[in-house]
């Protein structure tokens, strides 16, 4: 990277406008499950006709021109959707010239998410003064599946009846709470409901009423429970990105995840979106096992950098 272009601004951010709408569905459908968080706050601005604060395009500016080239969305998290450069000086310019923009222009989120690569570098440049990072995980599998959920039939359900993977109801909503408490404290490191409580509540009570919340019960000696829970966490160019995956720790290690996990991606397949995607830190080989166990298939390489 040369100096001259760590000095020379030719990428600025700014507002998308409702005529770079169909330029931003096109770079998200570029890579789609990589992309699917962006896609999902530019299909909901094309269809309202709303665009949130929160959706950016990168800029280049020629002469009296500015030219659509990137998307930034930045709320919560922050993800980046920039266009294959072969020349590697004119991507670490793009990269550079995104990462000065955002410093002056964007409130820092709580967490970058997306690509391994491109999230990574765009830390190294905001960190500075975004940082310092609270944890990065660098290396986290993508994963998707557009085929039918592979049946599992090693699961242990003794003394255990269960019920139907279905969407959660605002009845469910006391027993689904503690699971997905549990799950956050477990996954991100703090109790949401000591830090964030109301937010993190009405995010999880518009999960439920969209029919993006997605449990089975089981009842053993009597007592009924959520054993499996998982949420859409993000639904945009037709990929449904699975957040939240858990089953009850005292009836982990009987293939839960496995069946539960089959029904939600064949349940979402028939009503939702054809494809069903995740991503999980790598060191979490239970987890990987049980996704793959399914069908799922690594697609890309995420990093979640948490502030």
């Not at 706050?41 to 709303?50: D, I, K």
């Not at 999880?204 to 919340?213: A, C, D, I, P, T």
């Not at 009924?224 to 449904?240: F, W």
Request: glycine share 8%; charged share 20%; with cysteine.
């Amino acid at each position: 990277m040369t100096d001259s272009l760590l000095r020379r601004t030719h990428h600025v951010l700014s507002p998308v406008q409702p005529r770079e709408l169909d330029a931003a569905l096109e770079l998200c459908a570029a890579d789609p499950v990589a992309n699917v968080v962006p896609a999902m706050h530019v299909e909901r601005a094309h269809a309202s006709g709303m665009i949130p604060s929160g959706l950016w395009a990168l800029r280049r500016r020629s002469g009296l021109s500015r030219d659509f080239t990137g998307l930034v969305w930045n709320s919560a998290n922050f993800a980046a959707v920039l266009p294959p450069i072969d020349d590697a000086e004119s991507q670490a310019g793009m990269r550079a010239e995104l990462a000065r923009s955002a410093t002056s222009r964007l409130t820092r989120p709580a967490a970058l998410v997306g690509e391994a690569s491109l999230t990574l570098d765009l830390w190294s440049r905001l960190e500075p003064w975004w940082g310092p990072a609270r944890e990065v995980r660098p290396v986290q599998l993508s994963m998707a599946i557009s085929s039918p959920a592979q049946r599992v039939s090693d699961v242990d359900t003794a003394g255990l009846q269960l019920e139907a993977v279905r969407p959660a109801i605002m009845d469910d909503f006391d027993a689904l709470l503690p699971a997905c408490v549990h799950m956050f404290t477990g996954e991100v490191g703090y109790d949401p409901m000591q830090h964030g409580r109301n937010a993190y509540v009405e995010r999880l009570r518009e999960l439920v009423r969209s029919g993006k919340s997605l449990l089975q019960y089981g009842v053993a000696e009597g007592r009924r429970q959520v054993v499996y829970k998982a949420e859409i966490g993000a639904l945009g160019g037709g990929v449904a990105q699975l957040q939240g995956v858990w089953v009850h720790p005292s009836l982990r290690g009987r293939a839960l995840a496995r069946t539960g996990l089959a029904a939600t991606i064949d349940l979402i397949h028939a009503t939702t979106a054809p494809t069903v995607s995740l991503y999980v830190n790598d060191y979490n080989h239970a987890a990987v096992k049980a996704y793959e166990a399914v069908g799922m298939r690594q697609v890309g390489v995420f990093a979640t950098v948490m502030l």
